[in-house]
């Protein structure tokens, strides 16, 4: 469906100029990103041409496509308004911004909090459809930067204006109905208990299942009302941490069932409270986070500088298991921009971390899912990618040396790791024993990046496609790959 301006879309065609694309390049591009997210679309050149010469504007998520496919060209995000788009339908920008003052930086996370639910209600996959592949790696740059710079905020204190008073009702009612309340400990330690609770769902069932998908609702309906209350510095900075952990999980979630666009703004939020909580290990475990993203998007060389960000400013701060993760993260990104010799640096220094690190540390409890096995797990992909399959081997047996039901996850991951590693060893049967097995555990949980995973072991398996064992490791993976992210 398309609505007609009454002038050519002049903004449009320029910007398609200087990115080099032709109108036949721009339709294959949209109806390619909106296949990703399910949508069938059938633009043509004919259709780019009215969207330039006489102002058609498609309607639903077609905008955001376009805006994509050509801020991927542009390497680049490219806002809708610079297309001369910015009228259509328009999904707000909303979670992209890092405010310097802890007010707007409140008024940005409740936003982002109330759009989600919004989105969800509208269905058809709502407001993260009409964003699908508006990722862009450099959106982090200012958020980081900001973070590197000033990584704790001088004073959170918060006197909320009465609901419906002169200086602004609206925010008062912004989470809620109710009069801003004054926030105490009791109200910050319900949100790490809720923080907690999902931790172990998301470990055991993966992002999608539906108990996790509850981490956005409380973040609108407990989180929101209590930032836009009235707190005393010390009850503020805990709350800013108890949300941003909450914040980081719902971006974690969203990055596990493959809603990139969803995940990168919850991070950027999560960093910018964690600045709030003065919680500087913390918003190194944001950056941790937005670099696995950036390495698992193939931008390695940004996932390197995202872990490097979270080890500069942690350094004599975080605890060595702390410090440890992030050498770990840090070894992924070397990894996958194929730098051996960095990657074998940063892994060691990640084993040395934790071996001095000691069950007395005071290690935070968002990190309680790190141990000796997931170090393995990690150094296993990172040899992976290096292409070395008897280190990958290694380090997967070791991972896979207690069966676990806490990280069911985790344990998927790490069996298509080591069908990897078996195929590339030349050891077909225990490469296909491996897959079954992962296949298996992808069946349970709900993770669009487990069937990634496996996805990716089907597609190195082609070539022994004529094999029994192959087509049957196939058919059982069918239901999984054809099931909706």
């Given at each position: 469906?398309?609505?007609?301006l009454?002038?050519p879309?002049?903004?449009?065609g320029?910007?398609?100029a200087v990115a ?14 909106g ?32 805006a994509a496919a050509?801020g991927a ?15 259509a339908?328009p ?6 911004a890092f405010?310097r003052?802890v ?5 940005s996370a409740?936003?982002?909090y109330?759009?989600d ?12 459809q009409?964003?699908?592949g ?18 704790a ?7 909320a204006p ?6 602004g ?9 109710a009069s801003p309340?004054?926030v105490g400990?009791?109200?910050v330690?319900k ?9 172990r769902?998301?470990?055991?069932y993966?992002?999608?299942d539906?108990r996790?998908?509850?981490v956005?609702e ?10 836009l209350?009235?707190?005393s ?11 941003a952990?909450?914040?980081?999980l719902?971006?974690?979630?969203a990055?596990?069932t ?8 919850y991070y950027?939020?999560a ?8 919680d500087?290990p913390?918003?190194?475990y944001?950056l941790a986070?937005?670099s696995?993203?950036a390495?698992?998007r193939?931008f ?11 080890l500069?400013?942690?350094r004599?701060l975080?605890?060595?298991r ?15 921009a ?7 640096t940063?892994l060691?220094?990640?084993?040395g971390w934790?071996?001095?690190?000691r069950?007395g540390?005071?290690d935070p409890?968002?990190?309680?899912f790190?141990?000796y096995?997931r170090?393995?797990a990690?150094?296993?992909e ?9 280190q990958?081997?290694r380090?997967?047996e ?7 039901e806490?990280?069911v996850?985790s ?5 298509v790791?080591s069908a990897v590693a078996e195929l ?7 490469a296909?024993?491996a ?6 555990v ?6 669009a ?10 597609h190195?398996l ?6 029994p ?6 058919e ?7 099931a909706p992210?």
């Open positions: 469906m398309t609505r007609e009454r002038e879309n002049e903004k449009l320029t910007v398609l080099g694309i032709s109108n036949a390049g721009l339709a294959r591009r949209v109806n390619d990103l296949a990703q997210r399910g949508l069938t679309l059938r633009y043509d050149k004919t259709s780019v041409a009215r969207w330039v010469s006489k102002g058609m504007v498609p309607q639903g998520a077609a905008p955001h496509l376009i050509i060209k542009l390497g680049r995000p490219v806002p809708l308004h610079e297309i001369g788009l910015a009228d339908d999904a707000p920008e909303v979670g992209l405010p003052d007010g707007a930086a409140v008024r409740t936003d982002l109330r759009l639910l919004a989105g969800r209600r509208a269905g058809s996959g709502g407001i993260w009409s964003l699908a508006s990722f862009a790696v450099t959106a982090y740059a200012t958020p980081a930067s900001r973070w590197l710079i000033t990584p905020d001088s004073s959170v204190a918060r006197e009465e609901a419906g008073g002169p200086a009702g609206a925010e008062a009612k912004a989470g809620s109905d309340q004054r400990h009791s109200d330690a949100l790490r208990e809720a923080a907690e609770d999902a931790r769902w998301d470990s055991k993966g992002g999608g539906w996790s998908s509850m956005p409380c973040l609108r309906v407990d989180a929101a009302p209590l930032l209350g009235s707190y510095d010390d009850v503020g900075r805990a709350l800013f941490g108890a949300t952990e909450l914040t980081r719902a971006g974690w979630m990055f596990d493959g809603q990139q666009e969803a995940a990168q703004r950027i939020q960093l910018r409270l964690a600045r709030a909580a003065a500087v913390l918003g190194g944001v986070s937005m696995l993203q390495t698992y193939d390695a060389d940004e996932g390197v500088d995202l872990a490097q960000a979270a500069e400013r942690n004599g975080a605890t060595a702390t410090m440890s993760f992030f050498r770990l993260v840090e070894a992924r990104a070397h990894a996958k194929g730098d051996s010799q960095a990657a074998g940063s060691k220094a990640a084993e934790l071996e001095r690190s069950d540390d005071a409890t968002w990190l309680g790190y141990s096995d170090f393995a990690d150094a296993a990172c040899y992976r990618d290096l292409k070395a399959p008897r990958v081997r380090f997967t070791h991972a896979l040396s207690r069966p676990t806490e990280f996850r344990h998927g991951l790490r069996l790791v590339e060893s030349g050891n077909l049967d225990a296909c024993a897959g079954t097995r992962a296949v298996e992808a069946g349970r949980i709900s993770s990046r487990t069937t990634e995973y496996v996805r990716d072991l089907l190195r082609e070539p022994y496609g004529d094999e064992r192959v087509a049957e490791l196939r059982r993976a069918r239901p999984l790959l054809v992210a």
